[in-house]
C-alpha cells in the first residue's frame, strides 16, 4: 500500500513563498497509473483541492489558486513538492498530499497532514 | 462555479441507527466522478465511496452510496459508534480539471 508523508516548514512569512515536499513510499511516483495531487484544509473548514501532477510533468491546478501554485515531481527521490507564493495569512492550512488514479476521479491514499500557518 | 452543497449540516444520531447524508451538485455530473470521504478529528480525509456506489478498500457494507444528475446520497445502515466524524462529498470535472469538495456533514451521538 502506497504512504505519503508531507514535510515543510511549518511557519512561513506573510508575502513569502510556502515550500511542501511529499515522500512516497511503498510504491513509485514514476507510476504512470497516478496522478499525485495536493489538497488544503484551513483549520475548522473544508478541504480545497490545489492542483496535481503526472510523472510525465503535465500538471492541473485549481484555477483560484495557478498564479501563485507551482507543482514539480522529482523521480529520482520519490517525492512531488508544492510551492505557493506571495502567501497571506488565508493560506493558513493544512496540506495534504493525496494519490490520484487516473481516469477515476478520487483520491485515494492521503499524507497524514502539515500545518502550514502564515504570520509574521 | 461548480457547488456541491451537503445537508444538513450537522446530523445527530445514536448507535443503530440509519444516516442519510445528501450532496447536491449546482451542474449535472456528466460522469459517475462522485465520491465520498470520511474525516475524524486530527486526522486526513479517508476514501470511502468512489464512482458514486463502489465502496473503497475495506469499507463495512454498511456504507453505500447512490445518486445521479445533481443529487447524491451517502448511506450508513446501521450506526457503528467509530462512525461519527465529518463526510465530505466530493466532484471530479474533466474540462477543465477540478474537484470540487462539499463543505461537510458533521454526524454527531445524539
Known amino acids: 500500500q502506497v504512504q505519503l508523508q508531507e514535510s515543510g516548514p511549518g511557519l512561513v512569512k506573510p508575502s513569502q513563498t510556502l515550500s511542501l515536499t511529499c515522500t512516497v513510499s511503498g510504491g513509485s511516483i514514476s507510476s504512470g497509473s497516478y496522478y499525485w495531487s495536493w489538497i488544503r484544509q484551513p483549520a475548522g473548514k473544508g478541504l480545497e483541492w490545489i492542483g496535481r501532477?503526472?510523472?510525465?510533468?503535465?500538471?492541473n491546478y485549481n484555477f483560484s489558486l495557478k498564479s501563485r501554485v507551482t507543482i514539480s515531481i522529482d523521480t529520482s527521490t520519490n517525492q512531488f513538492s508544492l510551492k505557493l507564493s506571495s502567501v497571506t495569512a488565508a493560506d493558513t492550512a493544512v496540506y495534504y498530499c493525496?494519490?490520484?488514479?487516473?481516469?477515476?476521479?478520487?483520491?485515494?491514499?492521503w499524507g497524514q497532514g502539515a500545518l502550514v500557518t502564515v504570520s509574521s | 462555479e461548480i457547488v456541491l452543497t451537503q445537508s444538513p449540516g450537522t446530523l445527530s444520531l445514536s448507535p443503530g441507527e440509519r444516516a442519510t447524508l445528501s450532496c447536491g451538485a449546482s451542474?449535472?455530473?456528466?460522469?459517475?466522478?462522485l465520491a465520498w470521504y470520511q474525516q475524524k478529528p486530527g486526522q486526513a480525509p479517508r476514501l470511502l465511496i468512489y464512482?458514486?456506489?463502489s465502496r473503497a478498500t475495506g469499507i463495512p457494507d454498511r456504507f453505500s452510496g447512490s445518486g445521479s444528475g445533481t443529487d447524491f446520497t451517502l448511506t450508513i445502515s446501521r450506526l457503528e459508534p467509530e462512525d461519527f466524524a465529518v463526510y465530505y462529498c466530493?466532484?471530479?470535472?474533466?474540462?477543465?480539471?477540478?474537484?470540487?469538495f462539499g463543505q461537510g456533514t458533521k454526524l454527531e451521538i445524539k
Open positions: 464512482g458514486v456506489s
Open positions: 466530493q466532484r471530479y470535472d474533466r474540462s477543465p480539471t477540478m474537484y470540487t
Open positions: 451542474q449535472s455530473l456528466s460522469s459517475n466522478f
Open positions: 501532477i503526472h510523472t510525465s510533468g503535465y500538471t
Open positions: 493525496a494519490t490520484d488514479p487516473m481516469i477515476a476521479g478520487h483520491l485515494d491514499y
